[in-house]
Every structure is written in C-alpha cells, then in structure tokens.
C-alpha cells in the first residue's frame, strides 16, 4: 500500500488558516488523495479528496503539488470545532486492484486550535 | 439520509468470552469496511466486503476473528475469544462502489473493553 507521512501534532490559533502536509512520494497513478478527520468520540469523517488539480468544498481546500507527491489540507479559517486528528489517505480507484478502495488510516496529525 | 448504524455502543467482557458487533451501512452502498481502532492509533482495517464477498481480510486475525456480510446488506463483526489486546474501538464503514471514488461514511464505533 501507499504510504503517506503526517507531522504528529500541529497547533493554530483560532480564525487563523491552518496548512496540513502530507508526503506521499510512491503515489502511484490510480490513487486518489483523500483526507478525513476524527473527532474526539467519534468515527472518522471524509473532508475532501482529489488527484490532481487543488480542490475545494465548503469544509476546506487541497492543494495537490505538480507531482503528485505531496498534497496540503488548508482550513481557512480555523475554529475550535476543528480540532481533531488528520488524516491524508491514498486510495487506489482502479478496479481490480490488489487495494482497489482501500482506505489505509496511518498516524494522522493531531491539530489543536486555541481559543 | 440515515448514516451508518452500529451496535452496541459500548460492550465488556471478560477475557476468553466471545462477543458481536452489528453494522447496518447506507443503504445502496456496495463498500463496507470493518475497522479496528486502539487507544491513541488510527483505524487499523480488518476486513472490506465488495457486496457480499471478501475484497480484503490481510489483517483480520482469522483464527478468533471473523466477519460476515449475509445478502450484501448488514454485517456482523464476532471474536471469538476475545483477548485482553482485543480493547479497542471497532468502526464500520461504507461506501459507493469504489470506482466512483467518493467518501466512507463511518459509525459512531462499538467501544469493547475486554477485562
């Protein structure tokens, strides 16, 4: 499976943007580049995802570098609510793949937001 | 639309007792994924039905876990017996069909506490 790699923890204060990296330098073409996050008590939540152009949803935006090898999860405007662990995930879209669908959680980073 | 259903909501047991977890996913969701999530770590995947079938059990520890997912529709999650290791929170999961690449909707999780 690809491989992603997260910092542990970031922290940021609150209505501030808030820049998430991820690495993933063995993405391979089929992979999608998805991100959740997880809440305190409860399961994880999807945010956005893309291949390879920036996207952006009412939650957040991705920028996805040219190479596809690393990727940057942006909140806007950070709020206490955002506060939770982080997740960039890979996940194979060619069907027939040995890990077609598969969502492979690793550490995550762990974002606090202070008030 | 209703989310993904889990129960129970939290369960303990002593050690070398066998217990079930039940996961109602989305309805028209082909995808559904069975997590295991220890304390501080990310959700480890257990096992991931495509319909009815097995796509991926690489991790599911097959001599005291097992899983099915009877008509495509509800699953079950049993261990049989459990450990001490076994605590841990144990998420399901679905999705569309992977192909179409969208989002995993995930439970509120089954807490087990194995004493």
């Known amino acids: 499976d690809a491989k992603t790699t997260q910092p542990n923890s970031m922290e940021s204060n609150e209505e501030e943007p808030v820049h998430l990296p991820c690495n993933h330098s063995?993405?391979?073409?089929?992979?999608?580049i998805h991100w959740y996050r997880q809440l305190p008590s409860q399961g994880p939540e999807y945010v956005i995802h893309?291949?390879?152009s920036n996207v952006n949803n009412r939650m957040a935006s991705l920028a996805i570098a040219e190479d596809r090898k690393s990727s940057t999860l942006i909140l806007h405007r950070a709020t206490l609510r955002d506060a939770a662990v982080y997740y960039c995930i890979l996940r194979d879209f060619l069907a027939g793949g040995t890990s077609y669908g598969k969502l492979t959680f690793g550490q995550g980073t762990i974002l606090t937001v202070h008030p | 639309e209703a989310g993904v259903a889990q129960s129970p909501r939290y369960k303990i047991i002593e050690k070398r007792q066998s217990v079930a977890f039940w996961c109602n996913p989305i309805?028209?969701?082909?995808?559904l994924y069975w997590y295991q999530q220890i304390l501080g770590q990310g959700p480890k995947l257990l096992i991931q039905?495509?319909?009815?079938?097995?796509?991926?059990d690489s991790q599911l520890p097959k001599d005291r876990f097992s899983a099915e997912r009877l008509k495509g529709v509800d699953s079950t999650l049993k261990i049989q017996p459990a450990k001490l290791e076994d605590s841990a929170v144990y998420l399901c999961?679905?999705?569309?069909?992977?192909?179409?690449?969208?989002?995993?909707?995930f439970g509120q999780g089954t807490r087990l506490t194995v004493v």
């Open positions: 039905f495509q319909n009815n079938g097995v796509v991926d």
């Open positions: 063995t993405i391979s073409g089929t992979d999608y």
């Open positions: 893309g291949l390879t």
């Open positions: 999961a679905s999705s569309l069909e992977p192909g179409m690449n969208t989002e995993a909707f």
């Open positions: 309805s028209g969701h082909a995808t």
